[in-house]
């Protein structure tokens, strides 16, 4: 009898899967502290790490004294506007829908919650480096390294000026020299950056005796950022290929079309294996500022962004 009654019940249905919905109030909140975080000093880190890595016989010192060389204060901000505002303000748009859409139709296809989440990470890294932090990185690292121009008593043209000259001699591949090199960075960047900090918050919890779920301190969560960016700066090389691609300094010994491939070969063949690495301190420095920003500023921000839209932010920070 319980048998007959047990089988007329009707099967427990699986959890169904759905989409994360992509709300503005996110995406604004994203674009906030992006650029919250660029302006402050975010953007003077990215200088000094993209002077070292163009200038790789320069130390720490040295490139300070290049930067400011080239305007004061002001050097440290190169590149800030408008391409640094317009990377900050829809890197994390492109992300989140990308993103949103590769996770779905992973865990659709019977990937794990940690492996869509890797896949969508990289996916949404790729697809930000080729709809808009190709160019942007491009004409960042251009307005960095085109300033020696100044030095030598040419007056250097401005920002417009530069990206329409590039635009018309080299075309759409002109202004997005390097995209490969970006595509490559971002992939690797959300692929390794997800899975090292959950290494480094498991082993938070563990040294603390906290569960998981439980919400980690700032200080914690900033601890994790900074072992996590320490350990994902391994692909540093990629970033000095990038840089040095996009670079407008001079060489008679780059090769002429450049590629990821020869690019690394150049670098090898003048600066060895420790100017592969050059800016790698800059680079975890600014890993750390991000989430500072994302922990302190995160909580005030989401609280503004939901009386301003009249909608529950979900996002993480």
Not at 273 to 297: D, E, F, H, N, S
Request: charged content about 20%; overall charge positive.
């Amino acid at each position: 009898m319980s048998a007959a009654i047990a089988s007329s019940l009707p099967a427990s249905e699986p959890p169904r899967l759905e989409k994360k919905p992509i709300k503005f109030s996110n995406l604004l909140l994203g674009a906030g502290l992006n650029l919250f975080e660029v302006t402050s000093l975010g953007q003077p880190l990215e200088v000094i790490k993209t002077t070292m890595a163009a200038n790789r016989g320069d130390g720490f010192g040295t490139a300070l004294a290049r930067i400011w060389s080239r305007g004061g204060v002001l050097g440290f901000y190169q590149g800030l506007i408008p391409w640094a505002w317009i990377e900050a303000s829809t890197k994390g748009a492109v992300l989140l829908f990308v993103a949103s859409e590769a996770e779905y139709y992973a865990r659709a296809a019977g990937a794990g919650e940690f492996g869509g989440g890797i896949f969508g990470g990289v996916t949404g890294g790729v697809a930000q480096a080729y709809a808009t932090m190709g160019f942007c990185t491009c004409m960042k690292t251009v307005e960095i390294t085109k300033h020696k121009m100044a030095t030598s008593g040419q007056k250097a043209p401005g920002t417009w000026a530069t990206f329409m000259d590039i635009y018309r001699r080299e075309g759409i591949r002109g202004i997005n020299k390097g995209v490969n090199a970006v595509a490559i960075r971002q992939m690797t960047n959300w692929g390794s950056r997800f899975g090292l900090s959950r290494l480094a918050e498991q082993g938070i919890r563990d040294f603390t005796g906290k569960k998981e779920g439980e919400k980690l301190s700032a200080v914690e969560k900033i601890t994790a950022s900074a072992v996590g960016g320490g350990l994902s700066a391994w692909n540093q090389p990629i970033e000095v290929i990038r840089v040095e691609m996009q670079s407008k300094k001079e060489d008679p010994n780059r090769p002429k079309k450049m590629t990821v491939g020869n690019t690394f070969k150049y670098i090898y063949e003048t600066n060895g294996v420790k100017g592969l690495y050059r800016g790698v301190t800059p680079r975890i420095g600014l890993g750390v500022w991000q989430t500072v920003c994302m922990v302190a500023m995160g909580d005030m921000a989401k609280t503004y962004v939901e009386k301003l839209t009249g909608e529950a932010v979900t996002a993480k920070h």
